[in-house]
């Protein structure tokens, strides 16, 4: 099994819509999780830290399911400007960070 | 300004021609990292350094060398280039020495070996 598991999309979303995604991690042992947003041919940049309790940014939601190892984000509202890649981050076996290979979000007007 | 350099950002070159691609950092972060990130393979860590003169191999450090001669620098260096290590290569860098916290990303590096 895969350190860190996303599903690729593309999630196509109307302009004004929600969409959620999951990411499935397999370490238990895991503590540290996140979500990076990248666009396209650009570096990764944090969108926000996970914690245990979930968290709300504006119009993200990240929540942590520790029972079934996975974490997912919540987009409302979505704006054309949301299109982009977003990575799922997750401290691995051997402590280093894991990447998945990202929910690919595209915002349709 | 807070940030994480790399250069050059674009290089095409020829199999075999030893290059060095520089990566620096304003922040006084302990931890530095490069990954590559290829398509349909996300990103991948090549080498990693928790201090100056510490350094360890990630998952696919195979034809790199790196070196962490200064707290602030961090060079991937392919002595021996081949075409597949074509790829876009990230420098990050983090606060903490265990590098599991947030990680600031430079802007990338697109390299061609032909």
């Known amino acids: 099994r895969k350190e860190v598991e996303q599903d690729p999309g593309p999630f196509n979303v109307p302009e004004g819509a929600t969409v959620a995604f999951n990411c499935t991690y397999s370490n238990s042992a895991s503590q540290s999780f996140f979500w990076y947003r990248q666009d396209c041919r650009k570096e990764p940049k944090l969108l926000m830290s996970?914690?245990?309790s979930g968290n709300e940014d504006g119009r993200f939601t990240a929540q942590l399911n520790r029972a079934s190892q996975y974490i997912s984000l919540l987009i409302r509202d979505s704006k054309l400007s949301d299109s982009a890649t977003y990575l799922c981050v997750v401290n691995g076996e051997n402590n280093r960070l894991a990447f998945g290979k990202g929910n690919q979000v595209v915002v349709i007007p | 300004e807070a940030q994480v350099t790399q250069n050059p950002r674009y290089l095409i070159t020829v199999t075999g021609k030893k290059l060095t691609v520089t990566c620096s950092q304003n922040m006084n972060h302990e931890y530095m990292s490069w990954y590559r990130q290829d398509p349909g393979l996300g990103l991948r860590q090549i080498y990693y350094?928790?201090?100056?003169?510490?350094?360890d191999k990630g998952d696919v450090p195979e034809g790199y060398k790196v070196s962490r001669k200064e707290k602030r620098n961090f060079p991937l260096i392919l002595e021996s280039p081949s075409p597949n290590q074509t790829s876009l290569y990230f420098c990050?860098?983090?606060?903490?020495?265990?590098?599991?916290?947030?990680?600031?990303f430079g802007p990338g590096t697109r390299l061609t070996v032909l």
């Open positions: 990050a860098s983090s606060v903490l020495a265990g590098g599991t916290d947030t990680q600031y």
């Open positions: 350094s928790m201090n100056v003169e510490v350094t």
């Open positions: 996970v914690y245990s």
